[in-house]
Structures are given as structure tokens and as C-alpha cells.
Nanobody, 123 residues
Framework: QLQLVESGGGLVQAGDSLRLSCASS????????VAWFRRAPGKEREFVAA???????ILYADPVKDRFTISRDFANTVFLQMNSAKPEDTAIYYC?????????????????WGQGTQVTVSS
């Protein structure tokens, strides 16, 4: 069974950078597509970014494009580099993996989910 653990969340000021990590345990997920989603207070969960199993396909949501970068080390960790953070980035960030290499932006296509890590951006 694949287990995902997010880390790296915290409190930052607007304009700062933060790097989130998603580590797998139980088995490696080097060939799986992995995505980040977030849920802000009072809002629906939304897609942030996704990377395919071979890193050849990368997707970003429009609000984070040009500020966030998703990457992976092909072993056990996927990263989300958050630059130029904004207060509207405040949310719980979740990583998710699907049992195929192809990255998509729809949450219901992902099979495994982490518990989330809180990111708070102050103005």
C-alpha cells in the first residue's frame, strides 16, 4: 500500500518562498503521476500542479503558473516549489498519486492521498 506524507508547510510572508515535499512510504511511486491539490478555508479543493511518471508532462493551474514549480526525484519524493507566495495561496496542500504515469488535473483520478500540510501566507 502506498502512503504519502507531505511536509514543508508553515507560515510565510507574502513574496516569500516555500518548498513542499511529498514522500512515499510502503513502496516507491517513481512511475506514478503525482499531483498537488489545495483546499482553502471555506472553499472547494482545487488542483495546483501535476507531474507525470516520467516528468514529461507537467500541468499547472492558472493561479500558480509562473510562480510554482513541481518536480520529482524519481525515487520517493515530489516537490512543490512555491515562489512569490500570495495570501490567496493559504490552504492545506495535499499530494496525490495515481497508478499510471499520465498526469491529469482531476482529483477523482488519483488513487492515493496524503494527510495534507498547512501553508499560511500573511500579507
Amino acid at each position: 500500500q502506498l502512503q504519502l506524507v507531505e511536509s514543508g508547510g508553515g507560515l510565510v510572508q507574502a513574496g516569500d518562498s516555500l518548498r513542499l515535499s511529498c514522500a512515499s512510504s510502503g513502496r516507491t511511486f517513481g512511475s506514478y503521476a503525482v499531483a498537488w491539490f489545495r483546499r482553502a478555508p471555506g472553499k472547494e479543493r482545487e488542483f495546483v500542479a501535476a507531474i507525470s511518471g516520467n516528468a514529461g508532462r507537467i500541468l499547472y493551474a492558472d493561479p500558480v503558473k509562473d510562480r510554482f514549480t513541481i518536480s520529482r526525484d524519481f525515487a520517493n519524493t515530489v516537490f512543490l516549489q512555491m515562489n512569490s507566495a500570495k495570501p490567496e495561496d493559504t490552504a492545506i496542500y495535499y499530494c496525490a498519486a495515481r497508478r499510471t504515469f499520465w498526469a491529469v488535473s482531476t482529483a477523482y483520478d488519483y488513487d492515493y492521498w496524503g494527510q495534507g500540510t498547512q501553508v499560511t501566507v500573511s500579507s
